[in-house]
């Protein structure tokens, strides 16, 4: 082969090669990206069709309504991407409530009030993380039993009824709003950064990806496996029972019966957004996407009145939809 035609191949090759790089740049822009696109889309769609979507009034109903899902969200985020998922949060959020506004009422403190309720989903989490971690019992069994400890203890110190809040400069944290933009959704962004940079920029982020991704691997690479679980799970029940108190300044009291089912929404957001629920994938652009979405879809049918009974057929949809779309990517991911 002489060198013309050496030299020519290569530059025929060149073309193919910057092609598949621009597929490739492109791939993984979608990939981290692609789900936010599909919201904008969405958003525009719904402007577009919807009356009274866009108006300002409904943009901060949409904000709050997303702003407690996101929350927890974040703290899931870590569970999934270990390879784990927390069932209980749902009941941590109205056990938390109820604990809140019992402590305020009894010590007239806001301050003692709020930790109060944030130390049980503290507790409930390090129960699960030492319980799953130490004894390696499955997550699910674990947590659906936390799930009915966290939810009969909120009826019984409630003695099942709504618990009213006497000291009011406790309802700001819920129904205050700064340039505009309510406080919870303020909290939420907060959480959306500080999540982000916990699980992209530290040694325990990638700790917890590595977890999910080959436990016995990250093991053997010297990460402490328990004591990461432990803290994972610890994080989740903190960032439930937060949203938990903030609930109950929103709604002026702990109320035992709410947030039944919470728990199926904030995973249907993550493993919609991109979150694997196989463990050792996950961006915080993955949840704020997926939280995004099914918050737009939830305020679209409720202004198209949409019969509530016809939603909970929509969200199961949509969270089977995205775990099968999750377990093509698996295949996919596996065959490359």
Not at 21 to 28: G, I
Not at 188 to 195: E, M, N
Not at 196 to 209: D, I, Q, V
Not at 258 to 274: A, K
């Amino acid at each position: 082969m002489t060198q013309s035609t050496v030299v020519t191949q290569a530059q025929a090759s060149a073309p193919v090669a910057a092609a598949g790089s621009a597929v490739s740049s492109l791939t993984r822009i979608w990939d981290q990206y692609g789900m936010l696109v599909i919201f904008a889309i969405l958003f525009a769609l719904a402007a577009l069709t919807i009356n009274n979507f866009a108006s300002l009034i409904n943009m901060r109903g949409l904000g709050l309504a997303v702003s407690l899902s996101g929350m927890v969200a974040c703290g899931m985020l870590f569970c999934l991407a270990a390879g784990e998922f927390d069932m209980s949060v749902g009941s941590i959020v109205a056990c938390s409530g109820v604990v809140c506004a019992v402590a305020i009422n009894q010590t007239e403190s806001v301050t003692l009030g709020i930790l109060s309720g944030v130390a049980v989903g503290v507790a409930f989490g390090f129960i699960n993380g030492f319980v799953v971690a130490k004894f390696k019992i499955n997550a699910l069994i674990t947590t659906l039993a936390t799930m009915q400890i966290a939810r009969g203890m909120g009826y019984i110190i409630s003695d099942g009824k709504a618990v009213g809040i006497v000291e009011e400069s406790f309802f700001d944290l819920g129904n205050s709003a700064f340039f505009g933009i309510p406080t919870p959704v303020w909290i939420t962004l907060v959480c959306f950064i500080l999540f982000g940079l916990l699980l992209n920029k530290t040694t325990f982020g990638r700790n917890t990806l590595s977890i999910g991704g080959n436990e016995e691997a990250a093991r053997l690479a010297g990460v402490n496996v328990v004591a990461t679980k432990i803290i994972i799970f610890t994080m989740t029940g903190a960032i439930a029972a937060l949203a938990g108190v903030i609930l109950a300044s929103r709604m002026t009291s702990g109320q035992p019966m709410t947030s039944i089912g919470f728990e199926l929404i904030v995973i249907s957001s993550c493993v919609l957004g991109g979150v694997s629920m196989k463990g050792g994938i996950g961006k915080i652009s993955y949840v704020i996407a997926g939280v995004l979405i099914l918050g737009l879809m939830e305020n679209a049918m409720n202004l198209l009145n949409i019969s509530p009974f016809a939603q909970y057929v929509v969200r199961g949809i949509i969270l089977l939809a995205a775990v099968l779309f999750d377990r093509y990517k698996q295949v996919r991911k596996a065959r490359v």
